[in-house]
Nanobody, 126 residues
Framework: QVQLVESGGGLVQAGGSLRLSCVAS????????LGWFRQTPGKEREFVAA?????????MYADSVKGRFRISRDNAKNMVFLQMTSLKPEDTDVYYC??????????????????WGPGTQVTVSS
């Protein structure tokens, strides 16, 4: 089992940057693909980015964040990161990291992920 906890959220002006972190417990962290999602209350959880279990092998992004966000991981530290640049007000959401034990390909649906963190709030002011 994997427990995930996000950090790094906050308030930033449009055009600014934030780096989200997610630390995981458990010695099997490196066997999972990892993803970032975001959600506004009352709306469905939205895919943001995903990365394979071995850092640098493959990653995937939602069209809305491509070129602005970058996902990375450090398996030695049991951490995954989301570097967010050129932030827009529409990026305001609660951001969640998630772990997926099915590593044959990257997934973008929330129901394909097994473990979730509690989320961290990102607010982008205009």
């Amino acid at each position: 089992q994997v427990q995930l906890v996000e950090s790094g959220g906050g308030l930033v002006q449009a055009g600014g940057s934030l780096r989200l972190s997610c630390v995981a417990s458990g010695r099997t962290f490196s066997t999972y693909n990892l993803g970032w999602f975001r959600q506004t209350p009352g709306k469905e959880r939205e895919f943001v980015a995903a990365i394979t279990k071995a850092s640098g092998v493959s990653d995937m992004y939602a069209d809305s964040v491509k070129g602005r966000f970058r996902i990375s991981r450090d398996n030695a530290k049991n951490m995954v990161f989301l570097q967010m640049t050129s932030l827009k007000p529409e990026d305001t959401d609660v951001y969640y990291c998630a772990a997926d034990h099915n590593v044959f390909r990257l997934h973008s649906r929330p129901d394909e992920y097994d473990y979730w963190g509690p989320g961290t709030q990102v607010t982008v002011s205009s």
